[in-house]
Nanobody
Framework: QVQLVESGGGLVQAGGSLRLSCAASGRTFSPYTLGWFRQAPGKEREFVATITWISFTTWYADSVKGRFTISRDNAKNTVYLRMNSLKPEDTAIYYC?????????????????WGQGTQVIVSS
Protein backbone atom coordinates (compact mmCIF):
# COMPACT_ATOMS: atom_id res chain seq x y z
CA GLN A 1 0.00 0.00 0.00
CA VAL A 2 1.09 3.52 -0.75
CA GLN A 3 -0.41 6.54 0.95
CA LEU A 4 -0.27 9.90 -0.80
CA VAL A 5 -0.83 13.30 0.76
CA GLU A 6 -0.95 16.45 -1.35
CA SER A 7 -0.32 19.99 -0.19
CA GLY A 8 0.34 23.43 -1.61
CA GLY A 9 -2.96 24.29 -3.20
CA GLY A 10 -4.64 27.63 -2.73
CA LEU A 11 -5.98 30.77 -4.35
CA VAL A 12 -3.77 32.64 -6.80
CA GLN A 13 -4.27 35.34 -9.39
CA ALA A 14 -3.94 34.60 -13.06
CA GLY A 15 -0.30 34.71 -14.09
CA GLY A 16 0.84 33.61 -10.65
CA SER A 17 2.58 30.46 -9.50
CA LEU A 18 2.06 27.63 -7.06
CA ARG A 19 4.03 24.55 -6.13
CA LEU A 20 2.15 21.41 -5.18
CA SER A 21 3.78 18.65 -3.18
CA CYS A 22 2.80 15.04 -2.70
CA ALA A 23 4.41 12.93 -0.01
CA ALA A 24 4.29 9.16 -0.36
CA SER A 25 4.49 6.73 2.52
CA GLY A 26 4.04 3.03 3.03
CA ARG A 27 5.29 0.64 0.35
CA THR A 28 7.70 3.15 -1.17
CA PHE A 29 10.67 0.87 -1.75
CA SER A 30 9.37 -0.31 -5.13
CA PRO A 31 9.85 1.70 -8.31
CA TYR A 32 6.70 3.56 -9.22
CA THR A 33 5.56 6.34 -11.46
CA LEU A 34 4.07 9.41 -9.82
CA GLY A 35 1.55 11.51 -11.65
CA TRP A 36 -0.66 14.54 -11.27
CA PHE A 37 -4.23 14.66 -12.48
CA ARG A 38 -6.89 17.31 -12.04
CA GLN A 39 -10.62 17.58 -12.05
CA ALA A 40 -12.46 20.82 -12.65
CA PRO A 41 -16.09 21.31 -11.57
CA GLY A 42 -18.42 19.51 -13.93
CA LYS A 43 -15.58 17.96 -15.89
CA GLU A 44 -13.89 14.59 -15.99
CA ARG A 45 -10.56 14.00 -14.37
CA GLU A 46 -7.69 14.71 -16.74
CA PHE A 47 -4.01 13.95 -16.94
CA VAL A 48 -1.59 16.75 -16.08
CA ALA A 49 1.92 15.33 -15.77
CA THR A 50 3.82 12.21 -14.81
CA ILE A 51 7.36 11.22 -13.91
CA THR A 52 8.90 7.76 -13.79
CA TRP A 53 11.14 6.24 -11.14
CA ILE A 54 14.83 5.98 -11.99
CA SER A 55 14.97 7.61 -15.42
CA PHE A 56 12.82 10.56 -14.28
CA THR A 57 11.18 10.58 -17.69
CA THR A 58 8.37 13.12 -17.80
CA TRP A 59 5.24 13.63 -19.86
CA TYR A 60 2.87 16.59 -19.84
CA ALA A 61 -0.58 17.37 -21.07
CA ASP A 62 -0.47 19.81 -23.98
CA SER A 63 -2.49 22.31 -21.96
CA VAL A 64 0.24 22.68 -19.33
CA LYS A 65 3.40 22.06 -21.36
CA GLY A 66 5.86 24.89 -20.91
CA ARG A 67 4.08 26.19 -17.81
CA PHE A 68 4.14 23.26 -15.39
CA THR A 69 7.14 21.25 -14.25
CA ILE A 70 6.97 17.91 -12.48
CA SER A 71 9.88 16.71 -10.39
CA ARG A 72 10.52 14.15 -7.70
CA ASP A 73 12.87 13.54 -4.81
CA ASN A 74 13.07 9.79 -4.29
CA ALA A 75 15.01 10.19 -1.06
CA LYS A 76 12.04 12.09 0.36
CA ASN A 77 9.42 10.04 -1.50
CA THR A 78 7.95 13.29 -2.72
CA VAL A 79 6.77 14.56 -6.09
CA TYR A 80 6.30 18.22 -6.91
CA LEU A 81 4.34 20.14 -9.49
CA ARG A 82 5.56 23.64 -10.14
CA MET A 83 2.83 25.63 -11.86
CA ASN A 84 3.71 28.94 -13.50
CA SER A 85 1.67 31.36 -15.60
CA LEU A 86 -1.52 30.00 -14.09
CA LYS A 87 -4.78 30.55 -15.93
CA PRO A 88 -8.37 30.48 -14.67
CA GLU A 89 -8.86 27.27 -16.62
CA ASP A 90 -6.27 25.62 -14.39
CA THR A 91 -8.76 25.83 -11.53
CA ALA A 92 -9.39 22.29 -10.31
CA ILE A 93 -8.74 19.79 -7.59
CA TYR A 94 -5.29 18.37 -8.20
CA TYR A 95 -4.65 14.75 -7.36
CA CYS A 96 -1.39 12.91 -6.91
CA UNK A 97 -1.34 9.29 -8.04
CA UNK A 98 1.11 6.39 -7.98
CA UNK A 99 1.51 3.50 -10.41
CA UNK A 100 3.41 0.61 -8.82
CA UNK A 101 4.12 -0.79 -12.31
CA UNK A 102 6.10 2.34 -13.22
CA UNK A 103 4.51 2.69 -16.66
CA UNK A 104 4.68 6.47 -17.01
CA UNK A 105 1.08 6.35 -18.13
CA UNK A 106 -1.31 9.20 -18.94
CA UNK A 107 -4.29 6.97 -18.16
CA UNK A 108 -5.80 7.43 -14.73
CA UNK A 109 -6.89 3.78 -14.55
CA UNK A 110 -3.23 2.72 -14.58
CA UNK A 111 -2.75 4.35 -11.20
CA UNK A 112 -3.68 2.27 -8.21
CA UNK A 113 -3.04 4.78 -5.47
CA TRP A 114 -4.52 8.25 -5.10
CA GLY A 115 -4.30 11.14 -2.70
CA GLN A 116 -7.25 13.14 -1.42
CA GLY A 117 -6.53 16.09 -3.64
CA THR A 118 -5.67 19.74 -3.12
CA GLN A 119 -7.75 22.63 -4.44
CA VAL A 120 -6.24 25.17 -6.81
CA ILE A 121 -8.26 28.28 -7.66
CA VAL A 122 -6.97 30.77 -10.19
CA SER A 123 -8.81 34.08 -10.23
CA SER A 124 -8.95 36.27 -13.32
Amino acid sequence: QVQLVESGGGLVQAGGSLRLSCAASGRTFSPYTLGWFRQAPGKEREFVATITWISFTTWYADSVKGRFTISRDNAKNTVYLRMNSLKPEDTAIYYCAADANNRGSRRDYDYGYWGQGTQVIVSS
